[in-house]
T-cell receptor, first 111, second 111 residues
Framework: DARVTQTPRHKVTEMGQEVTMRCQPI?????VFWYRQTMMQGLELLAY????????DSGMPKDRFSAEMPDATLATLKIQPSEPRDSAVYFC?????????FGPGTRLTVL | TQLLEQSPQFLSIQEGENLTVYCNSS?????LQWYRQEPGEGPVLLVT?????EVKKLKRLTFQFGDARKDSSLHITAAQTGDTGLYLC???????????FGTGTRLKVLA
């Protein structure tokens, strides 16, 4: 049963620290998305990749967020420095054509 | 900016009742998806509709895409407690995999 995996599942950190979230997309999927979900803003697209190339990162605060796909089996989302307003659940999703399969998310709390 | 408004925001009903959830926008979308999300998990894709006026059925769930492709509805017949969750619609434009998510409808089905 192929699934998107994300690590860590939970992260508590202090303001100013660097946070790295990892995602393993489903093998064979050529599109990878990063989303952020909060009660106030709902589910927002931060960035997405196709065939490992970044296609759109307009939803991401560029000064502190960065997203990469070093290889086809790993996508990373990094926040440096983190701020309390970054507290949210971060989802990775992979897919092809019209389908997206979401991972279980990383719940980030920045104190 | 394209927005997807969902209504109602919250819905609490008894098992066996029918319900309809709406997803509205002032923008045209080339495709629209519906997801269900349970606590602590990522959204799970239920259906994709691409043609104006299209109706799709998934067991007790009926999805409709508006003729003008600006709105959609999800109707559940004889709701069950297992239908409880957050229902999200998401729209995309042709040539892009960038889905914009709606504000969500939180459904609770009581036994």
């Amino acid at each position: 049963d192929a699934r998107v995996t994300q690590t860590p599942r939970h992260k508590v950190t202090e303001m100013g620290q660097e946070v790295t979230m990892r995602c393993q997309p489903i093998l064979g999927h050529n599109t990878v998305f990063w989303y952020r979900q909060t009660m106030m803003q709902g589910l927002e697209l931060l960035a997405y990749f196709r065939n490992r190339a970044p296609l759109d990162d307009s939803g991401m605060p560029k000064d502190r967020f960065s997203a990469e796909m070093p290889d086809a089996t790993l996508a990373t989302l990094k926040i440096q420095p983190s701020e309390p307003r970054d507290s949210a659940v971060y989802f990775c999703a992979s897919g092809h054509y019209n389908e997206q399969f979401f991972g279980p998310g990383t719940r980030l709390t920045v104190l | 900016t394209q927005l997807l408004e969902q209504s109602p925001q919250f819905l609490s009903i008894q098992e066996g009742e029918n319900l309809t959830v709406y997803c509205n926008s002032s923008s045209v979308f080339s495709s629209l998806q519906w997801y269900r999300q349970e606590p602590g998990e990522g959204p799970v894709l239920l259906v994709t509709v691409v043609t104006g006026g299209e109706v799709k059925k998934l067991k007790r769930l009926t999805f409709q895409f508006g003729d003008a492709r600006k709105d959609s509805s999800l109707h559940i017949t004889a709701a069950q407690t297992g239908d409880t969750g957050l229902y999200l619609c998401a729209g995309a434009n042709s040539g892009t995999y960038k889905y914009i998510f709606g504000t969500g409808t939180r459904l609770k089905v009581l036994a």
